[in-house]
C-alpha cells in the first residue's frame, strides 16, 4: 500500500507521461492518414497508463459494482492494495496469460418505454485494461473521426450537436432524416470492425487483446453464459471507441458528399440536394438542403452503408421531417415557430415533452418514498436530480420547463410533508420547514429552485472545439 501523498504524486508523474504520449501519436496519426502503428502492447502494459487506467476506473461511478468475480474496486483497493493489483495485471499481460471474463448482464429499462437495454457489466480487472487500451488508441483515431460526430469523444458533447442541427436548420436544411440504429452495440459485426481497428493498428498483441473482449461472452442474469458473436456490450469502458470507429463509415460515405461551399452551391443550381450527417454515437440525423424525396431517398442508401457492419435501421424510429414539424434529438425538441409579436421564424430548442415528464416522473418517485426520512435527505436527492437536469437544459428555451418543474416539485415535496405530519396544519408546516415562506428548505439545506436557473445560448463551435492534445505551434 501507498499513502495518500505518494499516490497522488504518482498520478501527477503518469498523467504527464501518459499525455505526451497521446499527444505524440495524435500527432503522427494526424500527419499520416494511413499509417499503421506498431509496438503499442509496450504502452498498453507500462505502468504510467495502468495507473491512470486504474485512477478512471476508481473514480468512475460505476466502482462500487461488481463484475462476475465479485470484486469491485474498493474491494481491490482495501483488501489486494493497488500495487500488487496492477502489478500482477501487467505481468499477466506482458506473459500473456491475461483472459478477460465475461461480463454480468444487467437489463436495465430504456426511459419512457417498456422495453429493457443490456448492460454489460465488465470485471475491475477487465476495466482497468479496457481504460489502458483506450488511452492509448483514442488519439489515433480521433484522428481519423470526422467534426459531425460527437458522442462519446474528448471535447464534444450533445450540445454540440443540437447547436449544429439548429444553424443547419436556420440555413435552408430544412428536411430532416431522422433514425436510430436498432440494437447497435449488439449487432456490430466483428470481422468488419476488426478490419477498422486493423486499418490502423498493426500490433498483433494489441488487436489480440480487443478481439479477446469482443468474445469474452456474456453471463445472463439467469446464470447462463452466452457467447457475443456480434457487438460490443455496452457497459465496458473501451465499447463507445470501439462503437464510434465502426459507425465512422457512416461519417466517411456522407463527408464526401459534404463539399466546399462553390459546389454546394453548384448542386443548388442543378436541383440536386445537399446532405449533413450530424451523429451522436447510435443516433443521428441527416440534415438535407432540398426536397422531402431527396431526404426519403437517402434510407436506403444509409442503410447499405449500415449493413456493411451488420447494422439495420429501427424503422419504427426512423422517419422523415420537415424542421416545421419538428423532432426530438439527444432530449432536446428543436423546431421553427413564428416569434410571437412578429412575422419572422426561427428555430427554438427547448426540452423535449418526454424528457420533462422523465424529470418529473423521477420527482413523484422520490417524494413517495419513506416519509420517516430526514427532510435533508430528500432534498439531496432532489437537488442533485434538477441541478443535473438544469444544467443540461439551460443552454435553451427551457424557463417555461423549469416553471414546470418547479411547480411539480413543490407540490411533491409539500405533499411528503403533508404525509410524514398528518394532523400538522398547513401555518405549522410552513413555520417548521419554509422558515414561514413558501419553500421548503432544512436547516442550511434549501430545496433546489429550477425557476431561479437563468437560460442561456449555446454558440455552435464548429472547427474551433479544441483538442485534447494539441498539436506545436
Known sequence: MVNTDELEWALMKAERRVLGIQTKLHRWAMGDPHRRFDDLFNLVTDPAFLLIAWDRVRGNKGARTAGVDGQTAYYVEAMRGVEEFLAELRSDLNDRSFRPLPVRERMIPKPGTAKRRRLGIPTVRDRVVQASLKLV????????????????????????????????????????????????????????????????????????????????????????????????????????????????????????????????????RHGLANHRLIRYADDFAIMVSGTRAHAEALLDEVAGVLSGFGLRLAMDKTRVVHIDEGLDFLGWRIQRHRKRGTSKYYVYTYPAQKAVRSCAAKIKTICWQDVNLPLEALLHQLNSLLRGWTAYFRPGVSHRAFEFLRAVVWRQVFGWLRRKHRKTSWKELRRRYCRGGWWPADGEKKLFNPAAVRTTR?????????????SPA
Not at 449555446?458 to 494539441?470: C, E, Q, V
Open 137 to 268: 488508441l483514442e488519439p489515433i483515431f480521433e484522428a481519423d473521426f470526422r467534426p459531425c460526430s460527437y458522442g462519446f469523444r474528448p471535447n464534444r458533447r450533445a450540445h454540440d450537436a443540437v447547436a449544429e442541427m439548429r444553424l443547419l436548420a436556420s440555413n435552408s436544411y430544412e428536411w430532416v432524416l431522422e433514425a436510430d440504429i436498432a440494437a447497435c452495440f449488439d449487432e456490430i459485426s466483428h470481422p468488419a470492425l476488426m478490419d477498422r481497428v486493423r486499418h490502423r493498428i498493426g500490433d498483433k498483441r494489441v488487436l489480440a487483446v480487443v478481439k479477446a473482449f469482443l468474445k469474452a461472452g456474456i453471463l445472463s442474469e439467469a446464470g447462463d453464459l452466452k457467447g457475443t458473436d456480434t457487438g460490443t456490450p455496452q457497459g465496458g469502458i473501451l465499447s463507445p471507441l470501439l462503437a464510434n470507429v465502426a459507425l465512422s463509415v457512416l461519417d466517411e460515405h456522407f463527408a464526401e458528399k459534404w463539399t466546399d461551399r462553390v459546389q454546394r452551391a453548384k448542386r443548388r
Open 458 to 470: 449555446y454558440r455552435y463551435r464548429g472547427a474551433a472545439i479544441p483538442s485534447p492534445w494539441p
